[in-house]
T-cell receptor
Framework: KNEVEQSPQNLTAQEGEFITINCSYSVGISALHWLQQHPGGGIVSLFMLSSGKKKHGRLIATINIQEKHSSLHITASHPRDSAVYIC??????????FGTGTSLTVIP | NAGVTQTPKFQVLKTGQSMTLQCAQDMNHNSMYWYRQDPGMGLRLIYYSASEGTTDKGEVPNGYNVSRLNKREFSLRLESAAPSQTSVYFCASHRGGYGYTFGSGTRLTVV
């Protein structure tokens, strides 16, 4: 049983396309995290959100606490957005459940 | 620069050798974590430390030990490395209400 499910697992898009990555979770949470990992690179925290919507540049994250669902949107996608995007939610024990990630490839 | 500093970046060990991965953060975070990342498995928690002086096992602790030396530093030790421990290791820190910060990772190969 996975507490965090992401979809799709893999995504290929043409440059300029609007991209949506989804995350569903089964536990009660205080906040949800979106992380980004470039190939061979480190992991960067993109967003932490507990309600509504947050925007940073071309990235938008939304969350619906009642439906236990979050989405990460990328507008006007660019090849440099190619990365693995990971959703994470905290559990009650100061740990985190991680999704297995969505691998995004943006083709020029 | 504020963040999580993790060393070394790369390491090759022979089976049975030991080594310590170092991690330090300068953000005054209470919680620190060690993860391993394997293809198709996502991030798996090895050990974590909720505060200075405390450590707890995560999902995959066997073959590892940790030390929370002080609030800044959290080290991971492999006493007798095995090929199954070939992985990418990430240290991270977190403070309630704020985001995660990850180290840049250690790519470990055990031959």
């Amino acid at each position: 049983k996975n507490e965090v499910e992401q979809s799709p697992q893999n995504l290929t898009a043409q440059e300029g396309e609007f991209i949506t990555i989804n995350c569903s979770y089964s536990v009660g949470i205080s906040a949800l995290h979106w992380l980004q990992q470039h190939p061979g690179g480190g992991i960067v925290s993109l967003f932490m959100l507990s309600s509504g919507k947050k925007k940073h540049g071309r990235l938008i994250a939304t969350i619906n606490i009642q439906e236990k669902h979050s989405s990460l949107h990328i507008t006007a996608s660019h090849p440099r957005d190619s990365a693995v995007y990971i959703c994470a939610v905290p559990n009650t024990g100061n740990q985190f459940y991680f999704g297995t990630g969505t691998s995004l490839t943006v083709i020029p | 620069n504020a963040g999580v500093t993790q060393t070394p970046k790369f390491q090759v060990l022979k089976t049975g050798q030991s080594m310590t991965l170092q991690c330090a953060q300068d953000m005054n975070h209470n919680s620190m974590y060690w993860y391993r990342q394997d293809p198709g498995m996502g991030l798996r928690l090895i050990y974590y430390s909720a505060s200075e002086g405390t450590t707890d096992k995560g999902e995959v602790p066997n073959g590892y030990n940790v030390s929370r030396l002080n609030k800044r530093e959290f080290s991971l030790r492999l006493e007798s490395a095995a090929p199954s421990q070939t992985s990418v290791y990430f240290c991270a820190s977190h403070r309630g209400g704020y985001g995660y910060t990850f180290g840049s990772g250690t790519r470990l190969t055990v031959v």
